[in-house]
DNA sequence: TCCCTTAACGCAAACGGATTCATATAGTTG
DNA sequence: CAACTATATGAATCCGTTTGCGTTAAGGGA
């Protein structure tokens, strides 16, 4: 069995009440006896049971992350890591725990969640999608528990704490960079899953589009998602149009590399004949030839911000519930270029 | 306050330790019992506290999954969320919770282990990576905590738990098929990292031109990681080369990537000009232009296994330590034929 | 010297269950 | 009907910490 606060106790000579309170550095332990308590520690290697201290404090210190079942998503770039690097970052300065609740299936992940919260085991939860039809959010609201949603909440903004990027925002700046570039006849390719993020994306290419006086053609929105064929139907669609569009609004980087080899099948070059921006800044954008300028949506940020709220959260819950808007950043890369310049050097 | 096992035992007219039984379900209750307290159970709307339950048993629960810091190692595809998939599989059935050991730097997850196992909050570790240098591994060999490693140890083979594929064979597999294609002129893009999974496919591939009588030119030999230029230039070297190579093995898809697109920029075509077979069978391989044939290490094996291997030994540790090999296998795709295929064609 | 304040520490009760051992009840056997 | 055996239940104890409250001793003021 290992030492106890107690064995410490008795060695040492004082009360287990004592050590405790040098555990915890009370001001009203005298430095002689802190000092020989700790000495004491040392010596028979004691260390804190964390469950012990849970059970008396009622709460867990630990936090749940809520991942996303669906495997196309999470086949997606390096999410999932680099949001949890962001979590762990402020959690390690908060002496939180993070406990990852998964499960193969959606019900599957509804129960793990529904078993952490009511068998106490976290103390907060951060969820890691929004979409409709979604049990655990919910479920998390009727409990009381403390979470933040990372991504925008389908219903209740301000019954519930979020952090997300603005996507409409982000869409349309992305967009508005191809403007400013000259280009006009803009295309967009997304995807049109149940998540919230997509929808947001689609909304502000439009936005931009409409507020620029530019056209949006039916024939210039395409969807499919990490689908090659779909992909490279859709891009040939796209660029055997008669009017052919001069950039493409691509809303994430693997998509983008499906266009991109689809382009070049068709002897077109990159950004020469026509010009792509994406979205995630994974390393896929970087790697692609050429590299794609894309919008970096801060996955680290957003973990930390996450974290952040839901720690506030939980040490004094309020009822104004808040949101954090993380910046996007527009990483100019080589696959955009001013609209028909190579024309205007041949005036 | 939430109801607990001392409320249902008072309004169902029990002792508190009828109610225990009840919960895990003992023989020793009548099934009449049984039912009472159940109804009442519901009524009260109870819930048992895991947290009791962890400190008088003396067990958490919960697996701690040590993922590697690195930065670039995490951005490699969808490792992390496949393994977690896997892991959490068999959690689930056993009813393990996991906790997440992360960091921004090695010493920050090292001194998160430590916490965590000094604690109590975990029974067991996996930890997600082999590599040098690493204090983590030594800590949990001494301190006597079940864990396993995901990847082939540095040393100590017969002291440690290990789950890996056999990346020897994996690349001697790879490169053999090649050579079945005929190929014999074959180079070998890598990594020179400190992880020895990096190590093993350079020695398959060794091994599989040495056994089968192929000569290993030197400047057929080119490692990088995840670095478009460095990839673009060894690439060119290749490609320049008098005696240009056929096939090239690649150990990861994201090189492949720039391989593939270098190649394309010097108008060569895959796989009719050169052969290309990869590693890891993530996305990329699917997504890339042609689909890659890339070496599927299944990475949701790895993880269920570790965490049975794992969730073995804690329940009955033993002095023998095993280990488990996971079968790769071949994805076929559209990036290798038969040397010179097309010729034969014309005569 | 006596009283009061205050700093420093100890006591014991939770926290919410699991476990153990003793006891009670019902049923069986000779 | 006594003796005995299963089976079911109750009460007490423990797990390792924290914490409110009480105690002790020291020190200061009058």
């Known amino acids: 069995m290992a030492v106890t606060i107690k064995d410490v106790a008795k060695k040492a000579n004082v009360a287990p009440s004592t050590v405790s309170r040098v555990i915890s550095d009370s001001p009203k332990i005298s430095e002689k006896t802190k000092r020989k308590v700790r000495k004491v520690m040392e010596e028979m290697g004691y260390h804190i049971n964390l469950n012990a201290r849970v059970l008396v404090q009622q709460s867990s210190k630990t936090i749940g992350i809520v991942m996303k079942n669906s495997t196309s998503e999470s086949l997606n770039s390096s999410f999932l890591p680099e949001v949890v690097q ?5 959690c390690r300065k908060h002496d939180y725990s993070i406990s990852l609740i998964t499960g193969d299936s959606e019900d599957d992940i509804y129960k793990d969640a529904v078993q952490k919260v009511r068998g106490k085991r976290v103390d907060g939860m951060i969820i890691l999608y929004s979409k409709e039809d979604d049990k655990v959010v919910p479920y998390l609201m009727e409990s009381g ?5 990372l991504g925008k909440p389908v219903a209740g903004f301000n019954k519930i704490t979020f952090v997300d990027n603005d996507n409409i925002h982000a869409a349309r700046e992305a967009t508005e960079y191809l403007i400013n570039l000259g280009h006009e006849k803009i295309a967009f390719i997304g995807d049109d899953s149940e998540y919230e993020v997509a929808k947001a994306r689609f909304e502000g290419f439009n936005q931009a589009m409409i507020s620029n006086g530019l056209a949006i053609h039916e024939s210039y ?7 090659p064929e779909y992909g490279k139907k859709a891009t040939r669609e796209l660029i055997n149009l008669e009017d052919r569009p001069t950039a493409i609004v691509i809303t994430d980087d693997l998509d983008a590399l499906i266009v991109l080899s689809a382009i070049r099948d068709m002897d077109l070059r990159i950004p020469d004949d026509i010009s792509i921006i994406s979205f995630n800044n994974s390393v896929i954008s970087r790697i692609a030839s050429p590299p794609l300028t894309s919008v970096d949506i801060q996955i680290y940020e957003l973990g930390y911000e996450s974290a952040r709220c839901l720690i506030e959260e939980i040490k004094e819950p309020s009822k104004v519930k808040k949101s954090v ?23």
């Open 145 to 149: 528990i403390p979470f933040v949603v």
């Open 221 to 227: 929105i395409k969807f499919f998602r990490f689908n």
């Open 325 to 347: 808007i993380i910046p996007t950043v527009i990483e100019e890369r080589e696959s955009c270029k001013p609209v028909n310049q190579t024309k205007y050097k041949h005036y």
């Open 86 to 90: 962001g979590i762990s970052a402020l």
